[in-house]
């Protein structure tokens, strides 16, 4: 069975508009991480946002911020005001256990920002 | 101060021979991660140091596969017989495990081409 389930193989999405990217996860851990990432066409994964299982507010950083819902098992990214340096595919991953170990990654989405 | 680097940035090779890819974490940095990516998929993982020791190997896919860390910085996967099916981007991360702090950091990758 999948554990991390990002259904989107594309999106596209008007410059200066919102945009929700979605991922839903499945473990048995009460204890987990997720995690998002970006990786534009040159090909190096950076670090986005990040969710603990136990945290009870929704992360945020900057124009990311991740709509945790604990019970439905997803944890969407939202991108505020696109850029279209945020063309990009955006992978989203999760970490099972409290902390440390292996990240497991979804299928990715890829994101076009249109002018 | 410096990312994770990765060396070198592309390799190309016969069937059947030998490869090693490096990688630098950054400084600090006690765990050190090693996927693969596939065209079009997300990286999948292959194995995570602890300081010189591997905490869990369960995503090497044969014994052809081995990866040291002998002094807890930088790390070598070795390759042995390479295969077609083994081109890929080889990916590195390294991350700071305190608690609440394990995210990941990756590296450019290592493009690898089994001719």
């Known amino acids: 069975a999948q554990k991390i389930t990002q259904t989107q193989p594309g999106m596209f999405v008007q410059e200066k508009e919102a945009v929700t990217l979605d991922c839903t996860y499945d473990?048995?851990?009460?204890?987990?991480?997720l995690f998002w990432y970006k990786q534009p066409s040159s090909g190096e994964m950076i670090f986005l946002i990040y969710q603990g299982s136990y945290d009870e507010q929704n992360a945020t950083e900057g124009r990311y911020s991740l709509n945790f819902q604990k019970a439905r098992k997803s944890a969407n990214l939202v991108i505020s005001a696109s850029q279209l340096g945020d063309s990009a595919m955006y992978f989203c991953?999760?970490?099972?256990?409290?902390?440390?170990?292996?990240?497991?990654f979804g299928q990715g989405t890829e994101l076009s920002v249109k002018p | 101060g410096a990312g994770v680097s990765q060396t070198p940035s592309n390799k190309v090779t016969e069937k059947g021979k030998y490869v090693e890819l490096r990688c630098d974490p950054i400084?600090?940095?006690?765990?050190l991660y090693w996927y693969r990516q596939s065209l079009g998929q997300g990286p999948e993982f292959l194995i995570y140091?602890?300081?010189?020791?591997?905490?869990?190997d369960s995503g090497l896919p044969n014994d052809r596969f081995f990866a040291v860390r002998p002094e807890g910085s930088v790390s070598t996967l070795k390759i042995q017989r390479t295969e077609r099916g083994d081109s890929a981007v080889y990916l590195c991360?390294?991350?700071?495990?305190?608690?609440?702090?394990?995210?990941?950091?990756f590296g450019p990758g290592t493009r690898l081409t089994v001719l």
């Open positions: 991953a999760m970490r099972e256990g409290p902390q440390g170990g292996k990240l497991i």
């Open positions: 473990t048995s851990d009460q204890s987990y991480g």
């Open positions: 400084s600090g940095h006690t765990a």
């Open positions: 140091f602890q300081g010189t020791g591997a905490a869990d």
């Open positions: 991360a390294s991350s700071f495990n305190g608690p609440a702090k394990d995210t990941q950091y």
